[in-house]
């Protein structure tokens, strides 16, 4: 928003302003404004008059500034409000540097007038008309960029008059460098250049010599002008809208018409800065793009446009352009991409349109706007004004491109501006906003089909690592396939066969439950999925054993009792307590904790026992010691226990298999798969197992974190459990031909490539694939020289490629020959031996050494696939370990160098 500096007499009136309630100023009458090319903050605003403004900004905006400017302010510099000028309608900066305050003004009686802004310089020659010979209204004045002394005027149409003219205003005729157009005589001596001055001492402009004045060129227009542009790169040509339909060039050398279409876009040409064989033009509701050089069709149209009264390039911003419809509040932005070349067509570059409603953002209102117009130099500087003398000076703000590179580096660039954030992955913040970080991290880790590996990866996730963990022990117990518990207790319907419960009581201690477990097949098979032991095994020492070594001294001791174990139990609470490493006041808990487990009695129910545990139970933050206490005190409500969610999912599951009735049970074990999928919990896989309820667990979960790794890797893992030959029941072959898994395998596929994991994206791949039942046929095979048929593929029955061509230890058959046409194979660039022989690799090279059994690898074809020399696999490879040259003599490839990766592990 502008406010105006009041320095000249009755410029403005002052008003204030409807729908901000400012004061400011305005002239009687707005038709233009226009940046000046040569004072950089300087406008010149039309009307009534010629008014210049010095116009300052208290904060210049980058294009990268999301808050609106401040306010701008215009201060008067000089005017020029003669009589002559109160009607003009068009203003052209000339773009000579030695009069930096001139200008061209077109008006309503066709006159073009030469003026000058400041006054001071009226009595030195200034100002200079030129008045075609029938008067009529002018539609434009150009000058020309390089030649400056041409001004070109278009004019309305008139009968037997041209409406184009080209004044030179230096000898007000024009000076052609071929003289065979007019005698000499006819344009008079040469102009004298006597240049007046202004009162800065400033060489303003040459002063032609009046009495020697001759008339324009008149080119051939018939028809009305209605707008003009001289084409930058070649001066001698000026591209004119005449009529309402065509476009046509003219070269003022000859003054005939080079080349013209009829195009319905003959408004407003505007010629970009940028590429100077490109323009615009409006006609018809679209701006149209054209290349002067191919003048046929249009490169772009931009459609849906009513009315513009404003057509401009941004001169500092490649492919902007801003265009204004009449009585609109709004600028119109056009962002276009154009390919650069020799040659355009239709399909060329990309078109992005965008709307900026500067005013209303602003808070100026719906008030129409005038004109506007482009800072020279600044960028993407833009200054409006309205009807009513409203000035907005704005900076269009680019639209934000950004680009992030595979190792994680952000950049984002606007207009010439470019920003980067060097490295976005600092570990410590980083990884919490950004899974990619970590998904790549694991991936050069080893995090893939291994287990084993996989659990040492993923040590800093409790949820994945317990995962893992679990997983594993399921790969150790289970073969030939693997079920989740809910399918382990309802594969035969949907309840669980009714059994009859038994009290048991451990040998050492008083604890008598009933337990359903002991006489269901189906409940044992579901512990043993939960990695629990059946009462009275011997085993279940060793995993307390394992958990206190890892410190989980609360849970040793639930399942303690859980197995009816309350002197082992107590015994792991005990040695916690003992335990140095551990915090003091969990030291503390754990040892009040079993001095409360020792006093444990099946006879002390609704006793001061019970009262007392009850009251510790409120002050124990740990789930398991919780559900101890809550265990011994529920008098056989054992659902109260189940209610804590904090407890570990497993041991959830196996205090239900086990003390649960077969209804409650089989609500609570249908109920809790429900939760967990569609939560996403991967601890859910326990319940659900690799089928498509268990998909749905992992869609949810890579819903919930975008970790698409773990899920495929993990859906690959699952289903190698299904590795029997030759089963393949159809819910494994639904999971395989599942569209989310396959989408899930081929984006972290694309992921590793993107971070260029080759090896990684490598074994990911053969693992997947050698535990698959389906296998990917060759891709890659010898072909025979003479008849190009597999050299592999005829194979007599029963006998495969590695029998016939590798064979194995001492004793392989001789396949040195195409088994198809009978020729002899290529020879062995180091040992010339046929391929498909033994070669020499490993055998001593001649010396007195026992032969060795030849491993098959040393028999493989091999061969560059720059030069297509090749050889036995171990020749070549005991080659290559003290050359880089192909072995053929005269080849001059450098085999060994030509993609060669070596793996940290090789």
């Not at 399918?487 to 009290?503: E, F, H, Y």
């Not at 002050?619 to 804590?644: H, K, Q, S």
């Not at 072959?733 to 898994?741: A, W």
């Amino acid at each position: 928003r502008a406010v105006f500096d009041r320095c000249g007499p009755n410029a403005f009136t002052s008003s204030l302003c409807g729908s901000c309630g400012r004061s400011t100023l305005r002239m009687e009458v707005v038709r233009g404004i226009e940046w000046s090319p040569h004072e950089e903050n300087h406008v010149l605003i039309t009307g009534t008059g010629l008014r210049l403004y010095n116009v300052r900004r208290p904060h210049f905006r980058t294009l990268l500034d999301t808050q609106p400017g401040a306010d701008a302010v215009l201060h008067t510099v000089s005017e020029n409000c003669e009589e002559s000028l109160l009607h003009c309608t068009l203003v052209d900066w000339y773009p000579g540097p030695s009069a930096k305050r001139v200008v061209a003004v077109g008006q309503h009686n066709g006159t073009a007038c030469v003026t000058a802004v400041d006054q001071d310089e009226h009595g030195l020659g200034i100002p200079l008309s030129f008045t075609p010979r029938v008067a009529r209204p002018c539609s434009q004045v150009a000058w020309n960029p390089v030649k400056t002394n041409l001004l070109a005027v278009g004019l309305h149409k008139m009968n037997k008059e041209s409406s184009l003219l080209i004044w030179d205003v230096n000898t007000r005729h024009i000076s052609l460098s071929d003289a065979k157009r007019r005698p000499p005589s006819a344009f008079g001596s040469t102009a004298v250049e006597t240049g007046y001055r202004s009162s800065s001492n400033r060489s303003v402009a040459a002063q032609p010599t009046p009495a020697k004045t001759a008339g324009p060129i008149e080119l051939p227009v018939a028809e009305g002008v209605n707008s003009v542009a001289w084409l930058p790169d070649m001066p001698h040509l000026i591209m004119a809208g005449v009529g309402s339909k065509w476009l046509k060039l003219f070269d003022i050398r000859s003054g005939t018409q080079a080349q013209s279409t009829h195009s319905r876009g003959a408004y407003h040409l505007s010629i970009d800065p940028h590429s100077q064989h490109v323009l615009a033009s409006y006609s018809e509701s679209s701006i149209k793009i054209w290349d002067v050089r191919q003048f046929k069709e249009p490169l772009h149209v931009i459609k849906d446009c009513q009315s513009i009264s404003r057509l401009a390039w941004c001169p500092t911003r490649p492919g902007l352009i801003a265009a204004l419809e009449a009585r609109s509040p709004v600028v119109q932005l056009h962002d276009l991409h154009l390919k650069t070349g020799p040659k355009f067509d239709n399909e060329a570059g990309q078109l992005v349109t965008r709307k900026n409603t500067k005013h209303q953002e602003q808070g100026i209102g719906r008030q129409p706007l005038c004109d506007f117009s482009w800072h020279p130099s600044h960028p993407n500087r833009l200054i409006t004004i309205s009807e009513l003398g409203l000035v907005e000076d704005l900076t269009v703000s680019e639209a934000l491109t950004v680009s992030m590179a595979p190792s994680g580096e952000l950049a984002y660039a606007a207009g010439e501006y470019l920003a980067w954030q060097k490295n976005a992955t600092d570990p410590p913040a980083a990884k919490e906003i950004d899974v990619s970080l970590i998904m790549r991290q694991r991936a050069s880790q080893g995090y893939g089909m291994k287990i084993a590996r996989n659990i040492e990866v993923v040590q800093d996730d409790p949820a994945l690592h317990d995962a893992w963990v679990w997983l594993q022990a399921q790969a150790d117990r289970v073969a030939g396939g693997f079920s989740g518990v809910k399918d382990i207790l309802l594969k035969t319907g949907n309840a669980i066969q009714q059994r009859v419960p038994s009290t048991t009581a451990a040998a050492d201690s008083e604890i008598r439950m009933q337990t359903f477990d002991q006489t269901s097949v189906q409940r044992a098979g579901a512990l043993t999925t939960c990695g629990w032991a059946p009462l009275g095994d011997a085993r279940l020492n060793d995993r307390l054993d394992a958990l206190e070594a890892q410190g989980e001294h609360e849970r040793a001791a639930l399942l303690g009792v859980m197995h009816l174990r309350l002197e082992r139990a107590i015994e792991a609470l005990t040695k916690g307590s003992e335990q140095a490493g551990l915090a003091e006041d969990r030291r503390s808990l754990l040892t009040a904790a079993a001095i409360a487990l020792s006093g444990y009695s099946s006879s002390a129910k609704h006793t001061l026992w019970n009262k007392t545990c009850a009251a510790l139970m409120s002050r124990l933050n740990t789930p398991c010691l919780r559900a101890l206490f809550a265990f011994l005190t529920c008098d056989g409500n054992v659902p109260m226990v189940l209610e804590d969610d904090r407890l570990r999912l497993v041991d959830r599951v196996g205090i239900a298999c086990r003390f649960l009735e077969d209804a409650l049970l089989t609500q609570f074990i249908k109920d809790l798969t429900t939760e967990t999928v569609s939560s996403g919990q991967l601890d859910g896989l326990l319940l659900t197992g690799f089928n498509l309820e268990g998909i749905d667990l992992l869609a949810r979960y890579v819903d919930r974190t975008a970790d698409v790794q773990t899920a495929c890797i993990l859906v690959a893992v699952g289903l190698s459990f299904h590795n029997t030959p030759g089963v393949a029941s159809a819910e494994l072959r639904k999971v395989q031909s599942d569209p989310r898994v396959r989408e899930w395998t081929e984006c972290y596929r694309d992921l590793l490539d993107v971070w260029q994991l080759w090896m990684e994206r490598a074994k990911f791949d053969v693992s997947r694939l050698s535990s698959s039942s389906s296998r990917v046929a060759p891709q890659v095979f010898v072909k025979c020289s003479f008849c190009s048929k597999n050299v592999s593929s005829a194979v007599g029955a029963g006998v495969g490629v590695r029998a016939r061509l590798m064979g194995s230890g001492l004793h392989r058959p001789s396949a040195s020959a195409c088994p198809n046409c009978r020729k002899p194979l290529p020879r062995c660039s180091v040992c010339l031996l046929r391929l498909g022989s033994p070669s020499s690799a490993g055998d001593g090279h001649g010396k007195n050494v026992a032969p060795q059994p030849i491993a098959p690898f040393d028999r493989w074809f091999s061969w560059c696939q720059h030069c297509r020399h090749g050889g036995h696999a171990g020749c070549l490879r005991d080659w290559f370990s003290s050359h880089v040259e192909c072995p053929v003599a005269g080849c001059s490839c450098l085999c060994d160098s030509l993609g060669a990766t070596k793996h940290p592990e090789e």
